[in-house]
């Protein structure tokens, strides 16, 4: 993580033109305004101010460097007023200021690792370090972060601090654009169907033009990974669109319309002679199947249960919760189970011969695919072209 103040003395130095002035408003010495701007150039391995006779402005690496730095900020000034609101006396703390970078640390380890003593084992300081950057924060605050649970405001400091950090990296990764070298991360929650081969064709495509990208693929529940985007650990997330929107703090792109099948293994009992044309299968053949679902509450699983209801069936009894795509294939090619699935999810399988689609899709199955990303997300060269490749223009 930057040093706070380095970050402060750049900006300020952007917005007035010289160490001078800026000085002068963030109530540092000028030698140390400009030692700060030095030191963080070092940081960042760039030079980020043509320093002249007139003062100080900033590089093309310290133009896009100070976009995430503002935007940074503003993550800081959004956390001044949620602590106003909880505040008894309402008074605005100047957090963007005073906060330091150790406090923003211990707080954020806090609350990922859950203890105090596993923060301090991951940042690899010791626990008084820890407790003392957390009281502090507290004291400036004004408010209660730790009681025996972090409180909903600590929680909602450290997701303020996260997208700090985020921001701060994708300038760093700016910078190293700007260089030649796009070398940066682009971190990607992966909902079932984007696993197939959707996502892996785009980041095969990307890596084929960016060769030294970093792109992680990150799976697991649509909550777990909301949670994530919202914390600045992911950058978006490709699968099934959520209506209502669960979040205003989000944003929703539309990029298709997919429907949802049945799905057996090629020699199943019920597939000889069958077709996926037409809607054969009897509801007592329905009834007697054993499933590979997804999980309650999930857009396919309300699709299949409004689906049986229609056929006059109550939900089945065997059922195997299943949010893993390999595991359902292994499932569907070892029993005699049925699985709700998107066709592309299983296209090279049907090729094969292996699985087979047994009717139409189902009425009213069909989801709207695309990708989340945070309300506001401003991507990095790598982001937008990852993001052509998975099909979002403009």
């Known amino acids: 993580m930057f040093r706070h103040r380095r970050l402060l003395a750049f900006e300020a130095v952007c917005r007035y033109g010289s160490a001078l002035k800026a000085a002068d408003h963030i ?91 596993e923060a301090a084992r991951r940042l690899d300081l010791s626990q008084p370090s820890i407790h003392r950057s957390v009281r502090e924060l507290e004291t400036l605050c004004g408010i209660a972060l730790i009681r025996d649970q972090p409180t909903p405001e600590a929680r909602e400091l450290a997701r303020y601090f996260a997208l700090y950090q985020a921001e701060l990296q994708m300038g760093l990764d700016e910078i190293r654009e700007i260089q030649g070298r796009v070398e940066g991360t682009v971190t990607v929650g992966a909902l079932p169907l984007a696993r197939s081969g959707w996502l892996p064709d785009a980041v095969a495509a990307t ?72 809607d054969k299968l009897t509801p007592a053949q329905l009834g007697s199947l054993a499933w590979i679902l997804p999980r309650p509450g999930t857009p396919g699983r309300t699709v299949f249960e409004q689906f049986m209801a229609n056929k006059g069936l109550t939900p089945p009894r065997r059922v195997v919760e299943c949010a893993s795509l390999v595991a359902a294939r292994a499932l569907l090619l070892r029993t005699d189970m049925a699985a709700l699935l998107s066709a592309r999810q299983v296209e090279y399988e049907i090729r094969q011969g292996l699985l087979k689609i047994m009717g139409p899709p189902l009425t009213g199955s069909t989801r709207s695919i695309g990708i989340t990303t945070r309300t506001g997300f401003s991507p990095t060269r790598l982001h937008v072209a990852m993001l052509r490749q998975l099909g979002l223009d403009g």
């Open 207 to 278: 890596l084929a033009d960016y060769p030294y990208a970093r792109i992680r693929i990150i799976d697991g529940p649509y909550e777990a990974q909301l949670h994530d985007l919202l914390h600045g650990q992911i950058d978006f997330i490709l699968g099934a669109l959520r209506d209502p929107v669960p979040s205003k703090l989000i944003e929703q792109r539309h990029l298709f319309d997919d429907p949802l099948t049945i799905v057996v293994r090629a020699d199943h009992p019920l597939a000889p002679g069958f077709d996926s044309d037409h």
């Open 27 to 117: 109530h540092m010495a000028q030698p140390s305004v400009t030692a700060a701007i030095t030191a963080l150039e070092g940081d960042v391995a760039a030079s980020l101010c043509d320093r002249t006779s007139k003062g100080m402005t900033p590089t093309p690496e310290g133009t896009v460097f100070l976009a995430r730095v503002r935007a940074a900020l503003l993550h800081l000034k959004d956390a001044e007023s949620l602590i106003a609101t909880r505040r008894s006396d309402r008074t605005r703390v100047p957090l963007h200021r005073l906060v330091t970078g150790a406090q923003m640390r211990a707080l954020t380890a806090v609350i990922q690792a859950g203890s105090f003593s």
